[in-house]
Nanobody, 121 residues
Framework: QVQLVESGGGLVQPGGSLRLSCAAS????????MGWYRQAPGKERELVAT???????NAADSAKGRFTISRDSTKNTVYLQINSLKPEDAAVYYC???????????????WGKGTLVTVSS
């Protein structure tokens, strides 16, 4: 199995910044894409950004310009830098990894439990 643990969420004032981290562990053979999704109260989970094993990134239109995804493959960790936070960025942010594990010998999607980002003055 693959476990994903997010960290870095919290209460931030509008205009502030946060850096979220997500570390993958477990019986990992290889991680392909990693990404961040978010879910605000009463809304569906939505894509924020993804990054491939080669470093190519993809971001939702709402995330372009203020969100930066990066990855340290040596640590199986993905990061999300969020700048100029807005109240509408408040959500639970979930980490995702498309990974190959020894327990399954197949690529599967894995999810973390999420980290809460609150934006308020």
């Amino acid at each position: 199995q693959v476990q994903l643990v997010e960290s870095g969420g919290g209460l931030v004032q509008p205009g502030g910044s946060l850096r979220l981290s997500c570390a993958a562990s477990g019986s990992i053979i290889r991680i392909n894409a990693m990404g961040w999704y978010r879910q605000a109260p009463g809304k569906e989970r939505e894509l924020v950004a993804t990054i491939s094993s080669g470093g190519s990134t993809n971001a939702a239109d709402s995330a372009k310009g203020r969100f930066t995804i990066s990855r340290d493959s040596t640590k199986n960790t993905v990061y999300l830098q969020i700048n100029s936070l807005k109240p509408e960025d408040a959500a639970v942010y979930y980490c995702n990894a498309f990974a190959l594990a020894t327990s399954t010998l197949a690529y599967m999607n894995y999810w973390g439990k999420g980290t809460l980002v609150t934006v308020s003055s």
